[in-house]
């Protein structure tokens, strides 16, 4: 299994900021995965990222409002922009395209 | 695409007693079906985890099953502990899509 860190691991943010969530894995992976999970709820994909090609986001998420880095195979980034109380949640990074595995969440709020 | 359905979304067992989650898949295609653990504060954890060509997987105190003709998988856990507290999420998976489908969680309470 991939070990995986996300900086920071909460923040509180005022509305119309962005932050810039961090996700680092301690071994090389081809696909990185960004979650969002609000409030007592399941995890939904935000987007996938391959290093050297646009991230593909779901349905519902679009890069204007959370653009993605992926400069090399054991890091990306996921920033929240203009934000508003809405994108109060987790955000998970996870790894693996067969058993995937996730980071601890960086937990985000909102005011 | 796939729709996976968790049930029951809360439940409450004594310690000692046996406890099971229960998931339901719509695509026939899926063929790994993994169980994770998330403790308050944490992420998920994968605790165990089976494909299509299995009907039953254990690990200690842990168990899955699944019935492909049903569509259905289950998590039991057995002798439950206190420290077993936490919300559980099934997921489904095809093998040549990168996408996983969660379920809605199940929040398990072991009262000592």
């Known amino acids: 299994s991939a070990v995986i860190s996300q900086k920071p691991s909460r923040d509180i943010c005022q509305r119309g900021t962005s932050l810039t969530i961090q996700c680092q894995v301690d071994s090389q992976v081809t696909m990185m995965f960004w979650y969002r999970q609000q409030p007592g709820q399941s995890l939904t994909l935000i987007a996938t990222?391959?290093?050297?090609?646009?991230?593909?986001?779901e349905s519902g998420f679009v890069i204007d409002k959370f653009p993605i880095s992926r400069p090399n195979l054991t890091f990306s980034t996921l920033t929240v922009s203009n934000m508003s109380p809405e994108d109060s949640s987790i955000y998970l990074c996870s790894v693996g395209t067969n058993e995937q595995y996730f980071g601890p969440g960086t937990r985000l709020t909102v005011t | 695409g796939e729709n996976v359905e968790q049930h029951p979304s809360t439940l409450s067992v004594q310690e000692g007693d046996s406890a099971v989650i229960k998931c339901t898949y719509s695509?026939?295609?899926?063929?790994?079906f993994p169980w994770y653990k998330q403790e308050l504060g944490k992420g998920p954890q994968l605790i165990i985890d089976?494909?299509?060509?299995?009907g039953e997987k254990k690990d200690q105190r842990i168990a899955v099953t699944l019935n492909k003709t049903a569509k259905h998988f289950s998590l039991h856990i057995t002798e439950t502990q206190p420290e077993d507290s936490a919300v559980y999420f099934c997921a489904a998976k095809r093998s040549n899509f990168n996408k996983f489908y969660f379920g809605s969680g199940t929040k398990l309470n072991v009262k000592p």
């Open positions: 695509d026939s295609a899926s063929n790994y």
């Open positions: 089976i494909r299509s060509n299995v």
């Open positions: 990222a391959n290093q050297g090609s646009e991230a593909t986001y």
